[in-house]
């Protein structure tokens, strides 16, 4: 499985909704507190890229060296239509200062320094080192999951739903009769599906070798659907 510190680094360097919360900021809403960009550069900081009139900004360029903490809070939702959509969240807190050399004419990057971090999502919650976090790798599936699971779920279904049978006892039994198998989770280790209707449970569909990139991923899924299949 994923070690904790890739797990927030893949939501770090997702798409996911992310706010960043500095506390004593009083007024400020919401969507001006979401960054309009964010990367995550080579020592494990978080660069935050936000209109250049934007409260965070605002109270960045007050602050003297260091001393203005904030938190990044990291909401990871589904991307296809399922019961309990919140996959996971992030926390990322430390110090927030300006980074003016690397802004652009009306935005403005700002360089969170991470001094804790956390993840709470389907594999479990715990603890992130900033220097774990700093040598964590995202999956190298990130840039593709969203688009990976809405096409198995809508063109793939019959075979997500047989993938069921792998479970053997495991598998359980519904009273109407079946029950709709939905894509919810997809990494370089395996499938994660979850199934719902009397019951509702996730099953894990591990791939026999990580894999590396979606040429090697296509295969993988061809293994899972072949094993269900006979």
């Known amino acids: 499985m994923p070690s904790a510190a890739e797990r927030t680094r893949t939501l770090v360097q997702s798409t996911c909704s992310a706010v960043l919360l500095i506390p004593g900021l009083n007024g400020a809403r919401g969507h001006q507190l979401m960054p309009d960009a964010r990367t ?3 020592e494990g900081e978080v660069f935050l890229v936000f209109p250049a ?12 060296d260091d001393e203005l903490s904030a938190v990044l809070e990291i909401t990871d939702v589904a991307p296809v239509s399922v019961p309990h959509r919140i996959r996971g969240r992030a926390s990322l807190s430390g110090w927030l200062t300006r980074e003016p050399a690397l802004s652009e004419p009306g935005r403005v990057m700002l360089r969170l320094e991470v001094g804790e971090a956390s993840v709470d999502d389907l594999w479990g919650s715990g603890p992130v080192r900033p220097e774990d976090f700093a040598a964590a790798v995202a999956d190298p599936l990130l840039e593709h999951e969203a688009e990976l699971l ?3 779920h ?14 053997g006892e495991r598998s359980g039994t519904s009273a109407d009769g079946g029950t709709a198998a939905v894509p919810v989770a997809l990494d370089r280790f395996g499938l994660r599906v979850r199934f719902t209707g009397v019951q509702c449970f996730d099953a894990r569909f591990d791939f026999p070798e990580p894999v590396r990139n979606v040429h090697e991923l296509r295969r993988a899924m061809h293994t899972l659907f072949d094993a269900a299949a006979r």
């Open 53 to 64: 009139g934007s409260p965070a900004v605002r109270a960045a360029a007050h602050a003297q």
């Open 40 to 42: 995550v550069g080579p």
């Open 150 to 152: 809405q096409h198995l």
């Open 154 to 167: 809508a063109a793939h279904s019959g075979e997500v739903q047989r993938l069921r049978a792998l479970l």
